[in-house]
């Protein structure tokens, strides 16, 4: 990779990749002044006006079957599209004109100088700041070893650009470019420059799929940082500047979407569904609402039923928009590695309940798509299901699960979509799909402890409701695994404030060693649908008090009661497995 660099890029190769921070681009100006050209005071004779037009593509690898790495023998050529495309002066590196590929990756520049030397650039960003629908996403290398790294907003920005040419006397029909791979039959050898502009498209792709029953959708701002130097590896010095991220992830709340690179470890460019699956966290966290804790989770998972829904939305969203049933993850770039195929219509996938993001995956496309693969005979189209995530969805009273989707969703549609809704849910071992608080929810996963209610009821007026939580789905201490948080609905009697008491009764050691970490430590997180109120989350042992601000009578309000120590990977491996509590809401004298 060339070097980040605040000076004028050199003239370069076609298709070479810089990261440029945007910042420092000279836009230098041309002309003016007092000089003169020829006669005293005279004018320089002003050019003739000519056209440049031209197609941009990069190159796309597809995965091998089965998503077993990459087939680089089988690239193909896709349109650049929607990017910035600019036309700079090859002596003084000034930007003549900027303009926008079109959805056929076409580009075209009027009013040009006639026989001047330039180049184009293409800048890794999608910018559409008019028209009813808006976005703005930018590529850049968030890699950074210095001492005083910039802020990931201004780290640089990933361009292309061009061989020089001359505008000639009548313009150029035809000047194309190619974001190349970078691969020379067996490694990298080369600037990988696609790799930017292919995760641009399937961005593009996912925005216009949205656009389409949508068409004022308005897209906050956002980053999308890639470099060779990411890995799915971890260290004691893990983090965004020195490329160790673990994975490919999106930030919560800051519109920072994260994708690994580095070629011996894992390549997620040209793997369209996990792109778009990350970018739908960012359509959950900004036109929608995502209340799932995150963390480690892997197929066959029990999972906390905020995450499983989380998760499996964005993968439904992924096939949903790429058109594609198959979730690929090929692994790194020079092997037959898959870290996942998993099909939405396929594989021998077990259906396991609201509480597995496979079930909500299936759920989801199987409402979408038009195929009946056997019990899936009809569709809804995306538009209903689009309308509830950015609707009820968002000001619903539960938390996010399929019991809030689906039973919303329902609520909208006539009664063969009722039906097709009922039969999916049972599909799926799910029986509860007519009640956001999942109340009378069967599937009790084999029986397990602690898993049903999916909500307990509390009263607010000093009474002691007994609850337990059970990390007996949690190989790790990861604590987003089913019942490691239980939800409890809370009804207030009196408009006040209220002192919340969450006492440990399982018995923990008497006499804990120093540094042990063995006592327990409940935590309690207040909600009134979406809207954060208040949480117990200090270090003192085995309870935790506090004041809530002022709640008010008749409304409902709901909680998230855990214990630490399963998120705690100090905590022994002798600490138990399962946790009670005795919570109390009192009003304040």
Known sequence: MPQRSTDKPNFLRQSRLLPVLVLALVLAACGGGSESFGGSGSAPEEKPKVAVTGQLNYEFVPPNPVCRGLDFASTILRPVRGATVQLIDAATSAVLATTQSDASGDYAFANIDADTLVRLRIRAELKKATGSSRWDVEVRDNYDLSAGPPALGSRPLYVVEGDVFDTGADGVAGQNMTAQTGWGGASYVGDR?????????????????????DPDVFFPPLDVFWSVNNTSATTSVSGTDTGELGGSFYSVGENRLFLVGEAASDTDEFDDHVIVHEWSHYFEDNLSRADSIGGPHSIGSLLDPRLAFGEGWATALAAMALGDQLYCDTGPADSDFSRLALGAESGSYDASGWYDEVSVLRFIYDLFDTNDE????????????????????????????????????RSTLDLAGQALVDAQLAREDMTAGFDIWGVGEANTAGG???VVPIYADLTADGSVLPICVNSQFDSGRDGNKLTENRFLRITVPLTDQYDVTMTTTTATPVTPAPGDRDQSDPDIYIFKGPQFIDQGISADENVETFRTPELQAGETYIAAVEDLRFDDELAPSSYPERICFEISFASTP
């Open 193 to 213: 420059s696609a790799a930017p502009f292919s995760i641009l498209d399937s961005i593009y792709t996912a925005m216009t799929f949205i656009e389409s029953v």
């Open 374 to 409: 056997g019990g899936d005979p009809g569709s809804i189209g995306f538009a209903p299901i689009y309308a509830v995530m950015t609707g009820p969805q968002v000001s619903t009273d539960a938390f996010t699960t399929i019991f809030s989707f689906a039973a919303e969703l």
């Open 448 to 450: 397990a402890e602690d």
